[in-house]
């Protein structure tokens, strides 16, 4: 079986938890180091195998589409000028690599946000990668772990699987919670990359009444299946249509699994974790330049 090449990055969301900083300048295009943070997420894909990748954007936010593009004249007067290393550094998308967008014109929810790429993805299974969530690219080898590694189980199967890491009880709220046979389960950070079945997910819940200490990290890769339920997904936690809603009513007809996370990530979709990746991101960027 062939692996997935088809990726699904969703950025339509305003960022709220980012204000200031996200009022004119779309959280996504925000640096850590030396790079929008999402060049992260777009470079991992790559690096993962992934030809074709579907931006669910929003109208307020086409600076992220035009990131992406070639922009001529910037390339034309860089090349003038005998820049060419940087304006080759700007170009820098592979020629088998394609990047498109399409629109989720209302805030619905992320399993909402999921379903407006099904148009460019069709009947392919894909992946689906949260730009909030920037894997640590110093820590975590793209071509091998993670992502890399999910396609790989993936295509064994056909079975879905989904990147989760243990997370305090105080972050339990934050997140989507495995739930792994039914029993309450504690995991440690020790078994990284191994993939087993998961029984259902709980979104958002409280502590007390989490199924165990798997949080969902923002990277998924779907059987084609997930559409059907997307589609017939209903508001429910915080009125949105929630992705964890179509993974339950994926698992109740066919295997799904999930993965422990190598490396660490960091979430660039909140100010006090954004502000924390941006000084680790900047130490690192100053060392490549010392
Ligand atoms: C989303 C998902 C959640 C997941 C999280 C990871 O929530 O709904 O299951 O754990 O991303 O960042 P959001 O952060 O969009 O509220």
Redesign the pocket.
Known sequence: MTKPTYAVIPTAGFGTRMLPLSKAVPKELLPLGDKPAIQYVIEEAIASGIKNIVLVNHTQKVAIENYFDINSELDTQLRTKGKDNLADSLNFLPNDVSIVSVRQGKPLG?GHAVLQARSVVGNHHFAVL?P??VLNPYTTDYQSQNLAFMLDEFSKNEHSQILVEPVANKDIH???IARLDGKTKTLEKTEQNQSFAVTG?V?KPKADAAPSNL????RYVFNNAIFEFLQNAKPSVGGEI???DAIDALISTQGVNVVTMAGDSF?A?DMTSYMQAFMYFAKQALGKTK
């Open positions: 992320l949260l909030d969530v934050k997140y989507g997910f979104e949080a969902v990290v923002g929630q992705l964890t979430d979709g």
